[in-house]
Structures are given as C-alpha cells and as structure tokens.
C-alpha cells in the first residue's frame, strides 16, 4: 500500500467553501431587486488570464483571436474578425457559490502545478448592467450555469471592448488564491 498524496488543492478551497453561505446570501438579496434575476455571477480566472479575456498561451486548447477563445464564441468561417450571434455560444458564468466552486476545482485540476486559480464576481444591478447586444442565456442542462452571449453580429474588437468593460466591472477575489495541482 502507498503512501497517500495530499492534495493541497482541496485543503485550499476550505476557504472558498466557508465563505458559501454569507455569499448565496449576497445573491439573494441582489436577485430581489427589480429586473435582476441573476444578480450575482461569478467566473473561474486562472492567470495571467482577466475575468473576460485570454492571454496567448494560457486559452487551453483551440484557437485565440484578440484575447477571445474561438471555443466561447463563435466566430465567421468566412471573416475570423466577425463574431456570429449564438445562443450556445459565450463566456460560462455560475450562477451559484456551489457551481462556482465545483468549476474552479474542475478546472484546477488542468492547470500546470502553482499555477493560481481564482474566483471573480460581478454584480448585476439590473438588466441594464449588461452591455448593448449581449445577454445571458441559461443553459439548457444546468440551471446554475450560464453563457453570456451576443444577440447580434459585431465586429470582434466590439465584442473584446465589451469583455473588457465587464472585466472592469467583475471583483477578483485575490484573498482565495488557488493554486492549481496536479491529480497524479
């Protein structure tokens, strides 16, 4: 029998997992207010990455076209510098603390060891908090999971100034750094 390997990942996430009830509380009060249902969403960011955007090298497998993941959006076969209006096309958002944990470990477990994983948040105040021509769309599969989506054809240097205006408006919690392991 061997010896068996800590993970220091997990005993990591004690601190994201403890804080789970004061923020779903966060998140009800903000969805009782008028024209915001979701009210709080949060976001997985593994640097050197933004909330929003992707640095060359760090976007997983695919493609990359001005920090957008050609996987998040989809983008024209005929114009690369065209994205395509798609509801099952987006960023992922959690809707939910749980949801938000599960996806950081999820993808902590991808990420080179000490790479640092965190978790962002962005408060809806109202449906107008969301930029022109982009909407959050559920998925089908998983109530606490959503794609934020663009309802209309833009140009991609549109779409990344909207990711990057969003990004400005989205809170990193830097105090619950992660650092990423290796499952092995």
């Known amino acids: 029998m061997g010896k068996k390997k800590k993970i220091p ?13 004061k923020i779903d509380l966060l998140i009800q009060e903000h969805r009782k207010r008028e ?3 979701l009210g709080v969403v949060f976001r997985t960011v593994i640097e050197p990455n933004s909330p ?8 997983g497998k695919g493609g990359i076209q001005q920090g957008v993941r050609e996987c998040d959006y989809k983008l024209s076969p005929a114009d690369p510098n065209w994205v395509l209006a798609s509801d099952e096309h987006g960023l992922s958002f959690s809707a939910s603390m749980r949801h938000a944990v599960d996806t950081i ?3 902590g477990k991808f ?3 000490g790479t640092h994983v965190n978790c962002a948040y962005w408060i809806l105040e109202n449906s107008e908090s969301i930029p022109k021509d982009m909407a959050f769309v559920q998925d089908p599969d998983n109530p606490e999971h959503y ?3 663009i309802t209309k054809d833009m140009p991609i240097s549109d779409l990344v ?10 809170t990193v919690m ?7 392991y290796k499952d092995a």
Request: zero cysteines; charged letters at 20%; proline letters at 2%.
């Open 9 to 21: 990942f997990i005993h990591q996430l004690k601190t994201l997992e403890n804080l789970e009830q």
């Open 35 to 37: 024209g915001s249902h």
């Open 52 to 59: 929003t955007l992707y640095e060359p090298g760090h976007h």
């Open 105 to 107: 470990k999820f993808l």
């Open 111 to 113: 990420q080179k060891k």
């Open 147 to 149: 794609l934020l989506t």
């Open 161 to 170: 100034r909207k990711l990057q205006w969003i990004s400005q408006h989205m």
């Open 174 to 180: 830097n105090d619950l750094t992660l650092e990423a």
